[in-house]
C-alpha cells in the first residue's frame, strides 16, 4: 500500500462522504439540479445513503481490500449514472460535477490495482 494510494483513497471517501452529507443536509446547490435533471425527490435519500455507504467501504478497503474494490466500483458507476442523468437532462455545462467526485475514486482503484 503506498502513500499515494492511501492519500487518494480517503480524499475520494471524504468527497463521497460529503457529497452524501449534501443530500442529506438538503443543500440547495445540490437538490436544485437534482430536481432540475428530473431525479424523483423520494431517490434523494437512497442516493445519500449510496455515496456515504460507497465512502465508507473506501476507508474500509485500506484494511480489507475487496471491500475498497466494491466501494470504488459501486461509486465509479455512480458517478457515471450521475453523468448520464446530466447529459439526458441537457445540462452538459454539470458534467464536470460528477466527474470531479469521480475522478479521485476512480485514481484510488487505479492505484490499488497497481500496487
Known amino acids: ?22 443530500i442529506f443536509f438538503r ?3 445540490v437538490v436544485r439540479p437534482l430536481a432540475d435533471y428530473g431525479v424523483p425527490h423520494a431517490w434523494w435519500t437512497p442516493l445519500g445513503v449510496a455515496k456515504a455507504a460507497g465512502a465508507l467501504g473506501l476507508i474500509a478497503g485500506l484494511w480489507v481490500p475487496a471491500l475498497g474494490v466494491a466501494a470504488g466500483i459501486g461509486l465509479v458507476l455512480y458517478f457515471t449514472g450521475a453523468v448520464i442523468t446530466v447529459l439526458r437532462a441537457h445540462w452538459p455545462s454539470h458534467v464536470a460535477f460528477p466527474l470531479m467526485y469521480m ?7 487505479v492505484l490499488g490495482f497497481a500496487a
Do not use: E, H, Q, R
Request: aromatic share 12%; no cysteine.
Open 1 to 22: 500500500m503506498t502513500t499515494a494510494y492511501v492519500i487518494v483513497t480517503v480524499v475520494g471517501a471524504f468527497m463521497a462522504a460529503f457529497s452524501a452529507a449534501s
Open 27 to 29: 443543500a440547495k446547490w
Open 103 to 109: 475522478a479521485p475514486v476512480a485514481a484510488s482503484l
